[in-house]
Structures are given as structure tokens and as C-alpha cells.
């Protein structure tokens, strides 16, 4: 497709399962960016790549969090042992290159009960 | 820290009405961003400003940057319905590419 694909959209789990959410950078972007967005509020960083190199992981919460692009296109941001606290929409976007306007997914929205 | 605060938060206008929001930042970056975000979708890029002095406008909206004061006006010109919306300010944090968000402005355009 021609925007950013997130994977699931939504998604239910319980306390302590761990989860793994999908992103579909647009063809040709470089850059990659996962950011989690609370209700009612802007989205946070969480982490970002170029190419297949985690240039920035200063968001990510705890070591419960992870992500990877191993090929330098589609990248997973995984939750292990996921906590109540998770809950919140997870959001992908892509860039040319770092520094180019993001692109943002229709993201997934993550409910630990 | 740095810090990018939007105001106000929630704006109720008449259709009609013209309107300014504010997006105050911390950092000396050059590039600011605007997005809408209708209630459960996506972000929608609205502008790109690149430099002090910058200036894009697209239909009833127009926004500046004015790098030495650190600041970002979205104005809306004789609003309409359709422009109820939450807007977001973005920073890119100088030497990362990591944005950071404003606290959005929630719109509402009364007919």
C-alpha cells in the first residue's frame, strides 16, 4: 500500500503475555519511528532506525521493551511480560530519511486486561 | 528537557470566527511540524516549517515559525465545521530526528 500498515489494529491480551506489533514502512523510507500515544494525549517516542540500525532507544520504558528491523523494512516492537500500564495506542511512522516530515500509521491500539 | 506546550487546550469557536493557537518549545530546533488528528485515526501532516520566517498556508489554515522566539501560530480563518479536530505541534529534537509532541489543541467549530 502507499502509507505506513500497522499490524494488528487492535489487540487484547492478558497481564503478563507478551505482544509483538507489526510495522509496514512505506516503500523507500529509511527512517523508521515507533512512538505510543495515551488517550488525549501527543504521541511519545519510543524508539527509531535507519535502515536496520536502532539509532535511538532513549523511549523505550523499561527492558520489557524492544524492537527490531532486521532487514531494514518492516520492524516489530515487541512487549514482554506486558503490564496494565501498556495499555495505549502504539504508533509506526516512516521518513525518507532522518529529518524528512513522518508519516504516521493507523497504529494499534493495546489493551492489557 | 525539552518541552513543546500548546495553547490553549480545547477551543470552542463559532463558524466564522478566525482563531490562533499557540506551540511554545524549548530546544533551538529549526523544524516545526503541524498534524490533525481526527477522534480514532491517524496523524495528518498539515504543515512542514523549515526555517525562522517560515510561512505555509492551505485553505483556512495558516501557520508561521518564528525560531528566536521559539514559537508556532496555527491560524484559522472563517472556521468551519469540518476543521473540528485535535491539533498537534511537533518539534524535532536538535541532533536526533525524534519529534516531540505538544499537548494538542482540541477544536470544535459550533455551526
Known amino acids: 500500500g502507499a502509507g505506513v500498515s500497522q499490524s494488528p489494529r487492535y489487540k487484547v491480551t492478558k497481564r503478563g503475555q507478551d505482544v509483538a506489533l507489526r510495522c509496514d514502512p512505506i516503500s523507500g523510507h529509511v527512517s523508521l519511528y515507533w512512538y505510543r500515544q495515551a488517550l488525549g494525549q501527543g504521541p511519545e517516542f519510543l524508539t527509531y532506525?535507519?535502515?536496520?540500525?536502532?539509532?535511538?532507544k532513549s523511549g523505550l520504558p523499561n527492558d520489557r521493551f524492544s524492537a527490531e528491523r532486521p532487514e531494514g523494512s518492516i520492524s516489530t516492537l515487541t512487549i514482554q511480560r506486558t503490564e496494565q500500564r501498556d495499555s495505549a495506542m502504539y504508533r509506526c511512522?516512516?521518513?525518507?530519511?532522518?529529518?524528512?516530515?513522518?508519516?504516521f500509521g493507523d497504529g494499534t491500539r493495546l489493551s492489557i486486561l | 528537557e525539552l518541552k513543546v506546550e500548546q495553547n490553549p487546550l480545547f477551543l470552542s469557536m463559532q463558524e466564522g470566527k478566525n482563531y490562533t493557537i499557540y506551540c511554545n518549545y524549548s530546544t533551538t530546533s529549526d523544524r516545526l511540524y503541524w498534524y490533525r488528528q481526527d477522534p480514532g485515526k491517524s496523524l495528518e501532516s498539515l504543515f512542514v516549517?523549515?526555517?525562522?520566517?517560515a510561512v505555509k498556508q492551505e485553505g483556512r489554515l495558516m501557520a508561521s515559525l518564528d525560531t528566536k522566539a521559539r514559537l508556532s501560530t496555527l491560524h484559522i480563518t472563517a472556521a468551519v465545521h469540518d476543521l473540528s479536530a485535535t491539533y498537534f505541534c511537533?518539534?524535532?529534537?536538535?541532533?536526533?530526528?525524534?519529534?516531540?509532541f505538544g499537548t494538542g489543541t482540541r477544536l470544535k467549530v459550533l455551526a
Open positions: 516549517l523549515l526555517s525562522n520566517g
Open positions: 511537533a518539534v524535532d529534537d536538535e541532533g536526533t530526528y525524534k519529534y516531540i
Open positions: 532506525f535507519n535502515y536496520e540500525a536502532q539509532q535511538d
Open positions: 511512522a516512516s521518513s525518507l530519511k532522518g529529518g524528512q516530515p513522518q508519516h
